[in-house]
C-alpha cells in the first residue's frame, strides 16, 4: 500500500472537508462577540475535562494538511523533484506559515501606545503583507509588479517587527515569540508531518511507526517521563508530539482511501476507515481518565478522539460528495476549500473596519440562537468574499 496514488489525483470530499472545517473555524471565532450562547460550542478552559465544538476544528485541519500532504507530494515527485527539493519546498512552506503565526500573536498582546499603531492597523498591515509575498499572482502579471509588491511585503514586515512593543511598564516587550499562534502551530505540525511522509517513501508501515512514535511522545510528555528541559523546548511547538500525530494520522487515511479507491471497492474502505476511527475513538476514551480531553494541553485523548471524528466526517462526506456525485451541494462553500488561507485572514480586515469606524450590530443580533446565525451568515459572507477575490486574481498558495 503506498503512500500516495500512482498518478496525483484530486479527491473532491478532501477539499470539502477542508472547506468545511474552514468555515467552522471562521465560525467559531466569531463567538467572542456574542452573548448567552451554549458553552458546548466553545473552548473548554485548559483544567477542565472536556471539549466544545471550537476544540475539534483545528485537529481537524491539522488531520486535513495531513491528507493533503501525500499528494502534494506525489505531485512534486511527478514533475521531477527529488526528496532535497521537497525537503527545501516543505521548510519554506512551513517557515511561511510561521512568520504569519508570529505576526498575528504579537498583535494580539500590542500594545498601541508605545508602538504607534493599534491592533486593528497592525492586523491589516500584517495580512496585507502575507498577502503580497505569498499570494499566487496570475501567469501574466507583470514580474516587476510582484518583485516590487515583494519587497514592499518584506519591508513592511521588517518595520512592524521594529516598532512593535508589548506589556507595559518594566514588563514592556519587543517583537517575541509569546506563542506561535495558530498558523504557526500548524507551519511546525506540517514541516514535521510531511518531512515524514516524504521518508515514508510510499511505505505505509513506516507511516504506521511514525504514528505510534509520536502518540507515544505525547503520553510519555503528560506522563511525566519527558521532563528534560530540551526535550520539551523541541516537542513544544509540535504540541508534545500530538500535533504531529494528527497529521500523520490524517497521511495514512488518504494513503488507506487510494488503496481502496484505486481497486473501486468502496464498502471496503469505508469500513477500513470507520473501524480505525472507532479504535481511535475507544482508546481516546480509555486514556481519559488519565490525563482528560483538552485542547488546551494537548492531551493523547484529545488527539485521538478528534482524529476519529475527522476521519468519520471524511467518509461521510466521500459518500456524498463522490460516491453519490453530490459534490455541487458543496459549492456555495468550494473557496474555503480551495482559498483556506485568505478565508482565513479575512476577519483580521473585517473586525479592523469595525473598530475603526466604530461599526456595530444591535444586540438582538448578537444574542443566542439569532447570534449564532449571525456568526454563521459572517463565516458564508467571509467565504464568498474569498471566492471573489480568488477569482479577481487575489489566491494565497503557499
Known amino acids: 500500500m503506498s503512500t500516495a496514488p500512482a498518478t496525483p489525483l484530486r479527491i473532491s470530499s478532501i477539499d470539502i472537508l477542508r472547506a468545511l472545517t474552514m468555515v467552522l473555524m471562521i465560525f ?16 473548554t478552559a485548559a ?17 486535513i494538511v495531513g491528507m493533503s500532504a501525500p499528494l502534494a507530494i506525489a505531485a512534486r515527485r511527478k514533475k521531477g523533484d527529488n526528496n532535497q527539493q521537497i525537503f527545501l519546498h516543505i521548510l519554506e512552506r512551513g517557515a511561511a506559515l510561521l512568520v504569519m503565526g508570529l505576526f498575528l500573536v504579537n498583535g494580539e498582546s500590542l500594545n498601541a501606545e508605545a508602538t504607534g499603531i493599534n491592533r486593528g492597523i497592525w492586523n491589516v498591515l500584517s495580512c496585507l503583507s502575507f498577502i503580497a509575498l505569498w499570494n499566487a499572482w496570475p501567469k501574466d502579471t507583470n514580474p516587476w509588479v510582484k518583485r516590487i509588491l515583494k519587497t ?17 511598564g518594566d514588563h514592556m516587550q519587543r517583537f517575541a515569540t509569546h506563542w506561535w499562534g495558530i498558523l504557526g502551530l500548524i507551519g511546525w505540525a506540517y514541516m514535521a508531518g510531511a518531512i515524514l511522509v516524504m521518508l515514508a517513501e510510499k511505505k505505509i508501515v513506516v507511516l504506521w511507526i511514525f504514528w505510534a512514535i509520536f502518540t507515544g511522545i505525547c503520553i510519555a510528555s503528560h506522563a511525566g517521563l519527558l521532563e528534560n528541559e530540551i526535550i520539551q523546548t523541541l516537542i513544544g511547538p509540535l504540541g508534545s508530539g500530538g500535533h504531529v500525530a494528527l497529521v500523520v494520522g490524517g497521511a495514512i487515511t488518504t494513503t488507506i482511501f487510494f488503496h481502496y479507491y484505486q481497486l473501486n471497492q468502496h464498502a471496503k474502505m469505508m469500513s477500513f476507515l470507520l473501524a480505525i476511527a472507532a479504535a481511535m475513538l475507544a482508546l481516546g476514551f480509555a486514556l481519559r481518565p488519565y490525563w482528560g480531553i483538552s485542547k488546551i494541553r494537548v492531551t493523547p485523548s484529545w ?3 478528534c482524529s476519529g471524528i475527522t476521519i468519520v466526517t471524511f467518509v461521510v462526506v466521500n459518500w456524498i460528495a463522490d460516491q453519490k456525485g453530490k459534490a455541487g451541494w458543496f459549492d456555495f462553500i468550494k473557496p474555503a476549500g480551495t482559498n483556506t488561507l485568505l478565508c482565513y485572514l479575512i476577519p483580521y480586515f473585517v473586525y479592523a473596519i469595525a473598530v475603526a469606524t466604530g461599526w456595530s450590530l444591535p444586540d438582538v443580533l448578537l444574542t443566542g440562537a439569532v447570534g449564532l446565525l449571525k456568526s454563521l451568515a459572517f463565516a458564508l459572507l467571509i467565504v464568498s468574499i474569498g471566492g471573489l477575490l480568488g477569482r479577481l486574481g487575489v489566491k494565497l498558495k503557499l
Open 28 to 43: 467559531v471565532n466569531d463567538l467572542w462577540s456574542l452573548k448567552d450562547i451554549p458553552g458546548w460550542l466553545e473552548h
Open 47 to 63: 483544567a477542565e475535562d472536556g471539549m466544545g465544538l471550537a476544540d475539534i476544528v483545528f485537529p481537524a485541519f491539522l488531520f
Open 152 to 168: 514592499a511585503g518584506i519591508g513592511v514586515l521588517l518595520v512592524l517587527a521594529f516598532i512593535c512593543r508589548s506589556g507595559s
Open 303 to 305: 488527539v485521538l478522539i
